[in-house]
């Protein structure tokens, strides 16, 4: 089971056209719909001071938030530091139209949610420095994708901090906040940015800069919604409804969504069914890594696993392939070749799709992205094929 057909049950009883649909909508929002973005913030974010919705720009999805974050703080040119491993598309919501430069700032796996990566930004940014270049902002995703856990607070102090040094925005993509799905004691917990009484001890808060929207807490990626916030810079979000024109959505979605966002009730419900599930399906994944011998990466938030499948499952891709012998099998390490060609055997063969470490810029070989946010048919399907593909 997952969340889907609960939702679309909801949404078909509120689906009616009436005639204020067929006219032009608030391009960043009404007031209606940005008020129940601010409910939702308010309930489940554990916001220092109350969001209010004048510090809301609806948009048709994270991907024209992105992109419009990217205009109203960067000139052409301009890089944004992105740490690795990340998501995968931020590269091209940055620079297709923007014409800014992504930079994937590159770290060991091992010192990803580490005070100590700050050494990395400090060289990179230096370096762009060298080059008579400028860096405009930061791009954080907490929790993270695809590392599926949140950054510890003291990372996060140490990269507004360095923000701070080098006159940075920061932009925080909370995008999978209410897809928390483990709140153990013994793990980091989910705390928004915007629940810091002290973020001015670290950074000056008109720099930093919230998103979230319909597409993963809720399962609506279709429906193209997401949303920024910024409650501490008045002019940026004034900047932000200049651009929303770029990013309408449809009145009818708007209005369908401001009044599935106001049954609190349901949404609040759903989103323990949510989280419920996930942690179920996590924890069936988690079991099937550990006993086939794959190394992951264990998370509490998201959708999916980061996992590195055994050098083994590699040689013996290749050879079934017959792009080896058995006695090269024996010397096969991870290389970024090898990782394409066991992505490309899984999907031609297995018919699972799985993407690779590559794409998420990640400096390892053999790191793949495993979702298991789906119906567990799907889920016993999916491993058993992971198992036959890879021969574990």
Request: charged content about 20%; glycine content about 6%; aromatic content about 12%.
């Amino acid at each position: 089971m997952t969340i889907a057909p609960i939702v679309v049950d909801k949404l078909n009883s509120l689906a009616k056209v009436i005639g204020s649909d067929l006219e032009y909508n608030w391009s960043y929002g009404g007031p209606e719909l940005r008020g129940e973005i601010a409910s939702l913030f308010n309930r489940h974010f554990g916001p220092a001071a109350p969001v209010i919705p004048d510090d809301i720009v609806v948009t048709n999805g994270c991907t024209t938030a992105i992109e419009m974050l990217t205009f109203a703080t960067c000139e052409p040119g301009d890089r944004v530091l992105i740490p690795t491993p990340c998501y995968a598309a931020l590269d091209a919501d940055m620079s297709v139209r923007p014409c800014a430069r992504a930079t994937m700032v590159e770290m060991p796996l091992d010192e990803t949610m580490s005070v100590s990566q700050i050494t990395y930004f400090e060289r990179a940014i230096a370096e762009i420095a060298a080059r008579d270049e400028r860096a405009k902002m930061l791009f954080l995703m907490s929790p993270h994708n695809p590392l599926g856990v949140s950054y510890p607070k003291p990372v996060l102090r140490a990269f507004f901090e360095f923000a701070s040094r080098h006159n940075l925005f920061v932009v925080v993509d909370e995008i999978y906040a209410l897809s928390v799905f483990d709140r153990s004691d013994d793990v980091t917990p989910f705390e928004s940015v915007l629940s810091w009484p002290d973020l001015d001890a670290y950074i000056d808060p008109s720099a930093v800069i919230v998103m979230h929207g319909l597409s993963k807490d809720f399962g609506l990626n279709g429906f193209r919604m997401g949303w920024i916030l910024s409650p501490w810079n008045k002019k940026l979000v004034s900047a932000l409804r200049t651009y929303a024109p770029f990013g309408y959505r449809p009145a009818y979605t708007d209005r369908m969504i401001t009044s599935f966002l106001a049954d609190h009730e349901f949404v609040d419900s759903l989103l323990v069914t949510s989280q419920r599930l996930l942690a179920e399906n996590y924890k069936q994944t988690a079991d099937f890594c550990t006993s086939h011998g794959i190394e992951f990466i264990p998370c509490t938030a998201g959708h999916f696993v980061w996992l590195r499948l055994p050098v083994r499952a590699c040689a013996k891709t290749l050879q079934a392939l017959g792009r080896i012998t058995a006695a090269e099998a024996e010397k096969v390490q991870w290389s970024m070749y090898n990782e394409l060609v066991v992505w490309e055997n899984l999907i031609c063969n297995e018919r699972v799709f799985m993407p690779p470490g590559q794409a998420f810029s990640s400096v390892e070989g053999g790191w793949f992205r495993l979702t298991f946010s789906i119906s567990k048919p799907e889920l016993d399907l999916a491993l058993d094929r992971l198992s036959k593909g890879c021969f574990l």
